[in-house]
């Protein structure tokens, strides 16, 4: 079955990301050798899966790995022609964007995709742009501390082989044919610059930045951390209720346009331009969100069952799912770098878990309410595994917020983009009032996140501790008694209040950690933690203190 194929590729996989290096060819093929001889002997079509997940996934692991700035140019002044191909992000003072070099010079030696810095910008560059720069190029790496992000998997996910900063640079303006290379980006472009001149600087500029066209860096470093802590940063990842939103929308109109169609003598199924209007819709918003994990799988699984639906088929929940996951898995084999997603499939598992198959209808509201239940349970491991911590008061704030963002702000944002590219004045009218909205509303994250216990961290977890956190979530969601679900949540809150072995008396753990230029050390005792030195800060804003120091200490659950 569907689930079946889809759990073995994603079992191969992980089997390679999991590895220290890349696997050498020879084990490659040789794995999906002994794979097709499997699915062969025990005519199980299945047994393709892991076989297949192992060489795709290892293909494109090396395809990366090899498409990395030559070691010899690192740290030199190099002259590179290239193409915008993302839309830059930031102010004049540091101005972040992604450049294609072109062929020519020393762009030959350079990787097909390369992340920039410009301090200082004389002037904002736009996206499809031609710039013609010296640069200052190091390959990718990130820092190595227990418990921080793994900057160089984000790379390698993003197919980005090479990081830097601009010294100096000329403008060259867009090649004629710009627009029929790259016309999403163009479009993404467009709709950011217009809420970039109707909204300016003000807070809610990045949030509608963000549900439009799913620039995510649009938003602020506080703006994050306030959704972080209040367990609500999926609302400004374009998510599957966006598009699925957004989809049903305009499969509505579709219907309606054919039966005013049918009524004037078309023939043809209204359900059937219903759903290829839904279909198109979601491709649209999906691509202009930038095709990240959660749009992948909500397009994938509006795709089959539009299929399913046009070809007049029943397809079951679990392969559903399966269909989705092998269809992310194919067009990017890397995807399970990014927590996203785990956090996509994982809350649709849940859901399809602990939130399904009751006998009797349970209404709308305490269906709502047991799906936020269900979520924050069932996540738990994925987030602890993923960022370390939980938040606390996710379950109370997505109560409103999810409502308050699905059916209010985001139909609002995308209503105000339209107009506004459409008719400008009008449009800049209704994303001020849209933007007034967010901002009027934001206190009720902002607040709620303020909160000493908003979230809690969790120390990083042996293999016991991980067992009981997975087997509480299970059995909390299962349908076991009440006293077999109590045991699984006193298992998920055991796991989550776990922390190394202290140190013993006598004695002091040094750990002198990774902060780039600069030295910090912390030191543990039985009773006491010092911290001497918490690194650089960055013109970007960020610091290695929160970057490194915090991560490490909650992974050692150590709280002051």
Partial sequence: TMWQMAAGLLAGSCAVLSLAQAPPVALVWACLCVSVAGAGVWRRSWLLGPGVGFWLTAM????????????????????????????????????????SPLPGGDSHTLPRLIELTWYDAPARVDAAETLELEVKLRRPRGFANPGGRDNEARMLRDHVGASGYVRSGERLGRESNAAFKYPVLLARAHIASIIRDALGERPSAGIVAGLAVGLQDALSRDQWLQLARSGTSHLMA????????????????????????????????????????GAIAALGYSLLAGWSVPTQRTMVMIACGAAALLLRRRIGVADGLGVCVVGVLLLDPLAP???????????????????????????????????????????VPVLAGSF????????????YAIPLYTLLIVPAVLVSCAVAIIAGDAGTMLLDWTGRLIESTWPLIEVPASWSLATWSIAGLDGIAWIALVLGALAALSPLPILGRIAGGVLIATACLWRPALVPDGVARVTILDVGQGLSVVIETRRHTLVYDAGPSFRTGSDTGQLVVVPFLRSRGIRT
């Fill in 238 to 277: 374009i998510s599957g209720l966006h598009i699925a939103m957004v989809a049903a929308a305009f499969a509505w109109l579709g219907g309606r346009v054919q039966r005013f169609r049918q009524s004037r003598g078309a023939t043809g199924a209204a359900r059937d331009v219903s759903v290829v209007a």
């Fill in 337 to 379: 770098l990014a927590p996203g997603f785990w956090l996509s499939f994982g809350a649709v598992a849940v859901i399809l878990y602990g939130a399904t198959g009751h006998v009797r209808p349970l209404g709308l509201i305490r269906s709502y309410l047991l799906v936020q239940i269900v979520v924050t349970l069932g996540l």
């Fill in 388 to 399: 370390g911590s939980v938040s606390l008061v996710s379950a109370l704030v997505n109560l």
């Fill in 60 to 99: 494109q692991l090396n395809a990366g790995l090899t498409d990395r700035l030559n070691p010899d140019l690192e740290g030199r002044a190099v002259h590179v022609r290239g193409v915008v191909t993302s839309v830059p992000q930031g102010t004049l003072d540091v101005l972040r964007f992604r450049l």
